[in-house]
C-alpha cells in the first residue's frame, strides 16, 4: 500500500482460482476487512468457481473469464480501461494474473517479492513485500495481507478465519442426500493431476476395509463432473464389496461443500475438496506424497496427514525434503502409490471415530 496511515477507498484482490487456493486466501480477506472496515474490496475470480464464495459477505466477488488468448486479454484491457480498481493486491503468480495486474488500472499494485515471487511477478508491481521462507500457503496470504496493512504484531489464524459459509438451501439439500442420522465417511478420491491420485484398487480396499471396521458408518464418493473423475468414481463404487453412495459430478461447488460439513471425516488426497472440508471443520486425512502438506496440506489438521513427502523425495529425487525447494512438486506417478491401504486404516483408527 503506498500510503497505510489513509484507509483505501477500494481494495481490488486477484485470485482467480484454484479452489483450494481461493479457501485459503479467506483470512487474509477478513484481516483486511477488519483493518479497513469501510473499505470496499472487491475480489476478481474465476467465473467457474465464484459461486463458492456466494455467502462471503466481506467482499464483493467479481466472476470474470479466465483469458486464454491474446483476443481476450485485449478485450478485459478495453472493458477495464477506465474503472477503478483502487489498491490491487494479487495473491497470485500465475503468467496469466500477471498479465492481468499489469493490464488493470490500480492507483498502486501490490503483491509477492521473494521467495514467493514466480513468472517475473514482481516486475508487475509497485511493492513487492518480502516475507519469510517456508510458510503454509494460508500464511503466505496473511502475511502479505499483514504487510498492506501496516500490521507488524504475530496474529493467530483460527478455524472461524478459514470457515466458508453456505446457504440453508444447501445444508437441506445435504440433509436430505445424507440422512443425518447416519455418520457418513467420505472419499474424494481423485486430485487435480494424476500425479496427486491414488489408485482406484487401493479405494476399493479402503472401502471395504472401512466397511468392516465401522459397519455404521457408510462411504459417500464426492468430486467434480469431468469425464475422468465421474468414470473413477464409478470404477470405485462398481468394484467395492461394501456399498457406498457416490456423488461425483452430482453436486455444485456449494452442495459439495454441504455434504462435506454433514461428514464425519473425508478422505482425500491433494486437492480442493480437501480444503473445502477443512473449511466445513469437517475432520479430515490429506494424502501427501509429492507435494508437502507444511506448505500446502489443510491448515490446523496437518498432525491429520499422511505424510510421505521426504520418502518419495528419497525414492524419486535422491535427495531428502530438505534439500528440496519448499514448493516443489515430485514428478512421478508412482509416488502416491508409497502410501498403504494400512497406513490409512492406522490414520483412521487414531482418530477415534
Known sequence: MSNNTVPPSKITLLRLSAIGDVLMLLPAVRLLKKQFPDTQIDWLIDRPIAGLLAQVTEVNVVPIDKPKSIGDYWRIKKQWRRKNTGQLISFQTSFVSNMLMALLPAEHKTGFGPPYSREGHHFFTDTAYELPEHLHQVEIFFALAQKFAGISQQISITADDLNLPVSDTDINWAVDKLQTHRQWIAINPMASTQEKTWDAERYISLI????????????????????????????????????????????????????????SLLISPDTGPLHLANAMATPVIGLYAVTRPEYIGPYNQLDNCINIYDQAARTFMQKPASQLPWQKKIPSLEAMQLISVEQLIAKVRDLNL
Not at 219 to 238: N, Y
Open 208 to 263: 471395504d476395509n472401512l466397511h468392516r471396521l465401522y459397519p455404521d458408518r457408510p462411504v459417500v464418493l464426492t468430486g467434480g463432473s469431468g469425464s475422468k473423475e465421474v468414470a473413477f468414481g464409478q470404477q470405485i463404487e462398481q468394484q467395492t464389496q461394501a456399498p457406498c453412495l457416490n456423488l461425483t459430478g452430482q453436486t455444485t461447488l456449494t452442495q459439495l461443500a454441504a455434504i462435506l460439513k454433514q461428514a
